[in-house]
């Protein structure tokens, strides 16, 4: 199992930026995908950005050209990293980091207990 706790998100005007992280630890060997979600009021959580282990990232088209993903792995952790940039009140949500993780034949996903992020003048 992968326990993940995010953090950085909170209140920033339209076209600001936020910088939201992730912090992995357990076992982190295993995590052969990671990503972040969001859910917005009323709506179905849905995907923002993914990253492999080998370093490819995909996007949602709505956040392409304005956020970017990114992994650091340490010796005992791993953390997840999204830039935000050119935030609009559509980008509000709370966000979640989720980590896959292999089993041998099978994966299981994990998730964080997500950061609100709210973009409002």
């Known amino acids: 199992q992968v326990h993940l706790v995010e953090s950085g998100g909170g209140l920033v005007q339209p076209g600001g930026s936020l910088r939201l992280s992730c912090a992995a630890s357990?076992?982190?060997?295993?995590?052969?995908?990671m990503g972040w979600y969001r859910q917005a009021p009323g709506a179905q959580r849905e995907l923002v950005a993914t990253?492999?282990?080998?370093?490819?990232?995909?996007?949602a088209d709505s956040v392409k050209g304005r956020f970017a993903i990114s992994r650091d792995n340490a010796k005992n952790t791993v953390t997840l990293s999204l830039q935000m940039n050119g935030l609009r009140p559509e980008d509000t949500a709370v966000y979640y980091c989720?980590?896959?993780?292999?089993?041998?034949?099978?994966?299981?996903?994990?998730w964080g207990q997500g950061t609100q992020v709210t973009v409002s003048s």
């Open positions: 990253i492999t282990e080998s370093g490819n990232t995909n996007y």
């Open positions: 357990g076992s982190i060997f295993s995590i052969v995908a």
């Open positions: 989720n980590a896959d993780v292999g089993h041998g034949s099978y994966y299981t996903t994990d």
